[in-house]
């Protein structure tokens, strides 16, 4: 039987998730490489984006896919956004209990839920009152 490795943990990595858990964005790929290029200029965009992978797949981040645009990254461990329709900026909604959600979901149907996203969509505070703005004038 092979020994399943544990994913080493390289400075590259560390440099992407310190990015990704100290921004309050949600960046796409290129955004995050010229975050970690500032810091470490010899890095490439395909490195960046390797990473990008493996961290998902070890579960340190989540990839954020809506129906157009680039994929973005979220390190929060949250699984609920609204995304606004307008401007397509991306907002952490914390006011929803995704354990209470999950749980009285599963019981309800006699599932297992494994993961869970929510996503809500519609226009941001900024964009509304900017358009109320516009209706003025």
Excluded: W
């Amino acid at each position: 039987m092979l020994n399943k490795q544990k994913p080493r943990l390289t400075n590259q990595k560390k440099m992407i998730l310190n990015y990704l858990l100290n921004t309050e964005i949600h960046p796409n790929a290129e955004e995050v490489f010229l975050a970690v290029r500032a810091l470490l200029p010899q890095i490439s965009f395909a490195t960046v984006y390797r990473n990008l992978n493996n961290l998902i797949e070890e579960g340190h981040i989540a990839a954020l896919d809506f129906e157009k645009g680039p994929t973005r990254y979220d390190a929060k461990k949250n699984s609920c956004h609204f995304i606004c329709t307008n401007c397509k900026d991306i907002i952490n909604v914390d006011s929803i209990d995704t354990k209470k959600v999950n749980k009285k979901t599963s019981k309800d149907l006699g599932i297992k839920i494994m993961k869970n996203t929510f996503y809500f969509f519609g226009i941001c505070k900024p964009c509304e009152e900017k358009a109320a703005e516009e209706n003025k004038a």
